[in-house]
Nanobody
Framework: VQLVESGGGLVEPGGSLRLSCSASGSFFSLNGTGWYRRVPGKERELVAV???????DYADSVKGRFTISRDDTKNPGYLQMNNLKPEDTAVYYC???????????????WGQGTQVTVSS
């Protein structure tokens, strides 16, 4: 199973971007998705999560501006980012908790990351 993010880029402050995460390969179930970001020299930060049942949670810094969603049980989903600020600049990573075969256990899978730069 591989995760691939897309949708990053350069945007002006106040602008929007929509990140997508797709999963390739066959697997039994996807139990939740998270979006993380990392700035060089800083710890990786959890941005948003969505559980298998659809419950969401967000970092305080993005509440009201970012929305995490999924449209399919086998699709890790999306991160809609509105009113972007320069401090949102980071590499964004998709994380998915996947059970490849029934009974094999749930493991974390990560994408390669996509750069988001907010600058005028």
């Amino acid at each position: 199973v591989q995760l691939v993010e897309s949708g990053g880029g350069l945007v002006e402050p106040g602008g929007s971007l929509r990140l997508s995460c797709s999963a390739s390969g066959s697997f039994f179930s996807l139990n939740g998705t998270g979006w993380y970001r990392r700035v060089p020299g800083k710890e990786r930060e959890l941005v948003a999560v969505i559980t298998g049942s659809g419950t969401t949670d967000y970092a305080d810094s993005v509440k009201g501006r970012f929305t995490i969603s999924r449209d399919d049980t086998k699709n890790p989903g999306y991160l809609q980012m509105n009113n972007l600020k320069p401090e949102d600049t980071a590499v964004y990573y998709c994380n998915a908790k996947i059970e490849v075969r029934s009974g094999w256990g749930v493991y974390d899978y990560w994408g390669q990351g996509t750069q988001v730069t907010v600058s005028s």
